[in-house]
């Protein structure tokens, strides 16, 4: 009888999702008005909140946002995805493709089918242009304004009444509670998405059954999740009657999850986090515990081996990582992590030698790339770091840090517009507009600046004069 009423609420919904996403939801700003709103959002995130800013936790999040925007379609929009260093329960969509994860969301997932579950459902929402219907136009115009707004959106009054008292002075409130109706949308989207990417829908199942987890024991105070994605409680039984659909009697889906890219990604993140104690507890626990798998056990390993890392106990990190490359001999991510320990430790020489091995295996890898950047300015092979440093603003060009060491090694070689230029770059992709500009206007009345470098200045500082209306 169970099994009945689900086949028909799935199928109910089913054909209710189709009906609507045959016309384009009605927001109240156009595409380029989201669009323009967005672009202003990407210049202020890091100045509103405490990113994990790391070009290997960047590349992660971003390839598997990529994945699933792959088998999405065509989008109005560029999406950029962000880890905020907060223990917070959260995940949230601004306008224009902009995602956000809370290491405190992260930390509750075992799986990458998980992560990508959330990851889809976000990306529905955008899709749909669920937010787009929930914003006033003409409400959020400065950069000061529009972080008061993410803020607001991130954290909710309660959690931040400062910031939303702001907002709410500036005639800013947003009523982002989505309905029932967008998070059904959003949850068949994430489902057929997952169904395309050959990911296995347990997945979605597993966060749905932590949100309901969640919510039954922390009624008194719910996260901002969800506040702003509510009925866990219905959605899991929708879900669980598509995967029954869909399944066949069949008890195991295949998925292409690589749990140990998962892993290694969210056991770094954690192992950035101002108080690492129970982290390491639990890492502890896994390996001491019989029933856990070989493979549990050498990723809790990993996450040891960060966590001695940031504590500069460098022998014991590299010690974890030795044991972990043993497991994983042909992961060429695991040289470049035991590369960025030798740096830290001071030991250039099998640093440079590790770092070189994995970029000969993975080219696209910038977190070894940055690394060997630094490690040969240490050096002062400045050219070398200048052509790595280059190499990384191909490929992450919004990356800001870069920019920061290109006008440390410009101002070395005194090149003072080309350290203008680079410096004014970096505080753009910081958000610091002023200090961008300031920066730009000085690289334009140096002499020396090249006329290609003071034409992109030109063009940056439209940027900004466009950015501050």
């Keep these: ?5 689900h086949k028909l609420t799935a199928w109910s919904l089913i054909v209710a999702i189709c009906l609507l996403s045959a016309a384009t939801p009605a927001g109240t700003f156009t595409i380029g008005e989201e669009r323009e709103l967005g672009e202003k959002l990407l210049y202020s995130v890091r100045t509103t909140f405490d990113l994990v800013d790391d070009p290997d936790v960047t590349q992660y999040i971003n390839r598997v946002g990529q994945s699933v925007l792959e088998v999405a379609g065509v989008q109005y929009f560029d999406y950029h995805f962000y880890v905020i260093n907060d223990k917070r329960f959260n995940a949230f969509a601004a306008p224009s493709g902009l995602i956000f994860f809370y290491s405190g969301l992260i930390a509750t997932m075992k799986t990458e089918d998980e992560f990508v579950s959330v990851i889809a459902h976000e990306i529905g929402h955008i899709v749909k242009r669920h937010l787009a219907a929930r914003m006033e136009k003409g409400k959020y115009s400065s950069i000061a304004s529009l972080g008061l707004a993410l803020a607001a959106l991130a954290f909710g009054g309660a959690a931040a009444p400062a910031l939303l008292t702001g907002a709410l002075a500036a005639g800013q409130s947003m009523n982002l509670h ?12 994430a489902y057929g998405w997952l169904k395309k990417l050959h990911r296995n829908p347990e997945g979605q199942v597993e966060m749905l059954k932590s949100m309901r987890r969640i919510a039954r024991y922390r009624s008194d105070k719910l996260p901002q999740y969800l506040l702003t994605h509510p009925n866990p409680e219905q959605r899991l039984e929708d879900i669980e009657a598509l995967i029954d659909i869909d399944n066949g009697g069949r008890t195991e889906i295949p998925t292409v999850a690589d749990d140990f890219a998962f892993l290694r990604f969210k056991y770094r993140i954690l192992s950035q986090v101002k108080d690492t104690s129970l982290f390491k507890l639990s890492l502890d626990r896994i390996i001491a515990n019989s029933t856990s798998s070989n493979f549990s056990k050498i990723m809790a390993r990993y996450g040891l081996s960060q966590v001695a890392k940031n504590e500069k106990n460098y022998d014991l990190a590299l010690n974890h990582l030795e044991k972990v490359i043993t497991y994983f001999p042909g992961k060429n991510i695991l040289f470049t992590d035991k590369g960025v320990i030798e740096f830290a430790a001071g030991q250039f020489r099998k640093a440079e ?3 070189e091995f994995a970029l000969s295996r993975n080219r696209s890898d910038m977190y070894a790339t940055i690394t060997l950047a630094s490690l040969l300015y240490r050096k002062g092979d400045l050219a070398g770091a200048q052509s790595y ?3 990384i603003t191909g490929y992450m060009p919004e990356y800001s840090q870069p920019y920061f060491e290109l006008g440390q090694i410009a101002s070395d070689k005194k090149q003072e517009g080309l350290s203008s230029f680079y ?3 970096y505080y753009l992709y910081e958000g610091r507009l002023g200090l961008a500009e300031t920066g730009l206007k ?7 600046t090249p006329a290609k470098i003071k034409a992109e200045c030109k063009k940056m500082l439209d940027k900004i004069k466009q950015l501050k209306k």
């Design 1 to 5: 009888m169970i099994k009945t009423v």
């Design 442 to 448: 000085k690289a334009l009345r140096t002499v020396t």
């Design 178 to 189: 989505f309905s029932r109706l967008h998070e059904e949308e959003a949850d068949l989207l």
């Design 353 to 355: 030698e590790s770092l």
């Design 423 to 425: 410096l004014g770059k």
């Design 389 to 391: 440093l280059k190499t």
